[in-house]
């Protein structure tokens, strides 16, 4: 039976379909079987020779963040001790001084003739009590021989009484007048470095007036505020470190020697302080630190410190992985025997590269 001219054009609108879905998926099928030019690059590349050390774990110290201020272990604002007017200046600021040494002097020329009246005083009070000595011994030999009553031996005698202590007083005067002349010689009362001079020649000083302030440097004070709420690991012996803006890459030590009694009720912390020795004098009073306080210690995952290399300001690590590299950030704790303690980065048991790492790229195939 003939077709129809529907049924011809129907069948032609079906057979181009089918040509067209077999030269689609022809070309697909192609397309599916060809890897990409990126992927075989990689696996052409050649693989690179790395030595690895396995990520173990250490005991770790804990350390609890301070703040404090470092200050002399003995300070003092030392003051003239006597009136006069300054003569001589002979310390500037920053100048170590030893215990001795002069700082100023003082006019004592009028103290100096005090001095002088002092010993002539006492000079006369000796020369009158030996003349008491001589009379007393006759007034003694009369009253013996009866020829005296007793209320006159008693008149007589009573300067034998007081001449002593006249010369006693006399005495005093002089060595109250002698300090006032040394007072007027100003010395160091320690050793220390002078951190402020107050006076200059020609200024007029009383007793209470501040001339410099000295510091003691070879041995220091750390001052620090322990918050209540860590009171509990704070403790005398406990080893402090810390670090000083003037030297960021140096570490400094300490140990805690004093703690206060009592928590301040206005800042709810309490203040306690560590010995530092300073014999390098590179720390002064007055520095402020940046503390760190062992509390104990935990198991934290380390790598070598060979292993670690910085970019953009992080520390990385490359891990190996199924024969590649994984670089990695790490979130690192201190530094334990040659290595670095890690909180977030690697796990204890994998493989990270050590020596060489200029060059290396993330995901690389690796021996």
Same mark, same amino acid.
């Given at each position: 039976?003939?077709?129809?001219?529907?049924?011809?054009?129907?069948?032609?609108?079906?057979?181009?379909?089918?040509?067209?879905?077999?030269?689609?998926?022809?070309?697909?099928?192609?397309?599916?079987?060809?890897?990409?030019?990126?992927?075989?690059?990689?696996?052409?590349?050649?693989?690179? @020779?790395?030595?690895?050390?396995?990520? #173990?774990?250490?005991? +770790?110290?804990? @350390?609890?963040?301070?703040?404090?201020?470092?200050?002399?272990?003995?300070? #003092?604002?030392? *003051?003239?001790?006597?009136?006069?007017?300054?003569?001589?200046?002979?310390?500037?600021?920053?100048?170590?001084?030893?215990?001795?040494?002069?700082?100023?002097?003082?006019?004592?020329?009028?103290?100096?003739?005090?001095?002088?009246?002092?010993?002539?005083?006492?000079?006369?009070?000796?020369?009158?009590?030996?003349?008491?000595? &001589?009379?007393?011994?006759?007034?003694? &030999?009369?009253?013996?021989?009866? #020829?005296?009553?007793?209320?006159?031996?008693?008149?007589?005698?009573?300067?034998?009484?007081? +001449?002593?202590?006249?010369?006693?007083? *006399?005495?005093?005067?002089?060595?109250?007048? +002698?300090?006032?002349?040394?007072?007027?010689?100003?010395?160091?009362?320690?050793?220390?470095?002078?951190?402020?001079?107050? %006076?200059?020649?020609?200024?007029? %000083?009383?007793?209470?007036?501040?001339?410099?302030?000295?510091?003691?440097?070879?041995?220091?004070?750390?001052?620090?505020?322990?918050?209540?709420?860590?009171?509990? @690991?704070?403790?005398?012996?406990?080893?402090?470190?810390?670090?000083?803006?003037?030297?960021?890459?140096?570490?400094?030590?300490?140990?805690?020697?004093?703690?206060?009694?009592?928590?301040?009720?206005? #800042?709810?912390?309490?203040?306690?302080?560590?010995?530092?020795?300073?014999?390098?004098?590179?720390?002064?009073?007055?520095?402020?630190?940046?503390?760190?306080?062992?509390?104990?210690?935990?198991?934290?995952?380390?790598?070598?410190?060979?292993?670690?290399?910085?970019?953009?300001?992080?520390?990385?690590?490359?891990?190996?992985?199924?024969?590649?590299?994984?670089?990695?950030?790490?979130?690192?704790?201190?530094?334990?025997?040659?290595?670095?303690? %890690? @909180?977030?980065?690697?796990? *204890?048991?994998?493989?990270?590269?050590?020596?060489?790492?200029?060059?290396?790229?993330?995901? +690389?195939?690796?021996?």
């Amino acid at each position: 039976m003939p077709m129809s001219p529907i049924s011809r054009n129907q069948t032609r609108s079906a057979l181009r379909g089918f040509a067209l879905a077999v030269l689609v998926g022809g070309a697909a099928s192609l397309v599916g079987c060809k890897k990409p030019a990126d992927a075989q690059s990689e696996d052409a590349a050649p693989s690179v @020779h790395v030595e690895s050390a396995e990520v #173990t774990t250490v005991d +770790a110290p804990i @350390h609890l963040r301070l703040t404090g201020t470092l200050k002399g272990a003995r300070e #003092t604002d030392l *003051a003239a001790n006597a009136a006069g007017r300054v003569t001589r200046t002979v310390v500037e600021r920053g100048q170590l001084v030893k215990a001795g040494d002069l700082i100023a002097q003082l006019d004592t020329s009028a103290a100096a003739l005090s001095l002088a009246e002092a010993r002539v005083a006492v000079a006369t009070a000796k020369t009158q009590e030996e003349i008491s000595k &001589a009379d007393c011994a006759r007034y003694e &030999a009369l009253k013996g021989k009866g #020829t005296m009553s007793d209320l006159e031996y008693d008149q007589a005698t009573a300067k034998c009484k007081t +001449a002593p202590l006249s010369l006693e007083a *006399a005495k005093a005067r002089q060595n109250m007048a +002698a300090k006032n002349v040394g007072d007027g010689t100003i010395r160091a009362p320690f050793a220390g470095i002078i951190s402020e001079r107050f %006076v200059d020649v020609g200024e007029y %000083v009383q007793p209470a007036s501040k001339v410099v302030s000295i510091s003691q440097v070879g041995e220091l004070r750390l001052e620090l505020t322990v918050p209540e709420a860590d009171l509990a @690991h704070l403790k005398e012996g406990s080893k402090v470190t810390f670090s000083v803006a003037a030297y960021p890459n140096d570490s400094f030590k300490g140990v805690v020697k004093f703690i206060s009694g009592a928590v301040r009720a206005t #800042t709810r912390d309490l203040v306690a302080e560590a010995i530092v020795e300073n014999e390098s004098k590179k720390l002064l009073p007055g520095m402020f630190a940046d503390v760190s306080l062992s509390t104990g210690s935990q198991k934290l995952a380390s790598v070598p410190l060979a292993a670690v290399f910085e970019r953009q300001e992080k520390k990385r690590v490359f891990v190996v992985v199924n024969n590649r590299l994984e670089e990695r950030v790490l979130q690192y704790g201190p530094e334990v025997d040659g290595r670095l303690t %890690v @909180h977030v980065g690697v796990k *204890a048991g994998e493989k990270v590269v050590v020596g060489k790492l200029q060059g290396l790229q993330n995901g +690389a195939r690796v021996e």
